[in-house]
């Protein structure tokens, strides 16, 4: 999975894939360990390279990283290439809700076209004997459930289209 990250006009490129419960990867060609210690809705505590980043996603365009906020936007790195090649057209945003790692569905608690606001809770997911509320970083409207109760997920699985 690469992507193009910019924080704070500062572009970075990370590619990760995942290797057991870590993921392994680079940052700008630099090579990484992410392991993913805990995650709590729209809070995760990562360990990168054994140093703890406690990060908590305030909205699709903000993150928290051990205290402190930083802008943000992340894109995949093959559809920057197809806009950059691309003609200029008007995307409209969506946010697709991503598994963080492997688990059982176990409630669904939104419907399509359902309007959410950002931290309500979406489903529940439970990993590694956890139950985990994924919630929503914006606000939105609920376009596509591709889940349901009782289906297992893989890490990186889109749970959900938030537009």
């Not at 193009?4 to 700008?28: A, H, M, P, Q, T």
């Not at 993150?63 to 802008?71: F, H, Q, R």
């Amino acid at each position: 999975m690469a992507y193009i990250v910019n924080v704070e006009n500062r572009e970075f490129k990370v590619d990760l894939e995942r290797r057991g419960k870590n993921l392994i990867g680079s940052l700008n060609n630099e090579e990484i360990d992410v392991e993913i210690a805990r995650q709590d809705g729209n809070q995760l505590t990562l360990i990168v390279n054994n140093k703890p980043y406690l990060v908590v996603m305030e909205s699709e365009e903000r993150i928290v990283v051990n205290g402190e906020t930083y802008s943000i936007d992340v894109i995949d790195a093959q559809i920057q290439k197809l806009i950059k090649t691309g003609p200029e057209i008007v995307h409209k945003k969506e946010l697709a809700i991503k598994a963080v790692m492997p688990g059982l569905v176990i409630e669904v608690t939104v419907k399509e076209g359902d309007s959410v606001k950002a931290n309500d809770g979406l489903l529940v997911v439970e990993a590694m004997k956890m139950q985990n509320e994924v919630k929503t970083p914006q606000d939105g409207i609920v376009k596509t459930i591709l889940v349901q109760k009782g289906k297992t997920v893989n890490s990186g699985d889109t749970l959900i289209i938030i537009e």
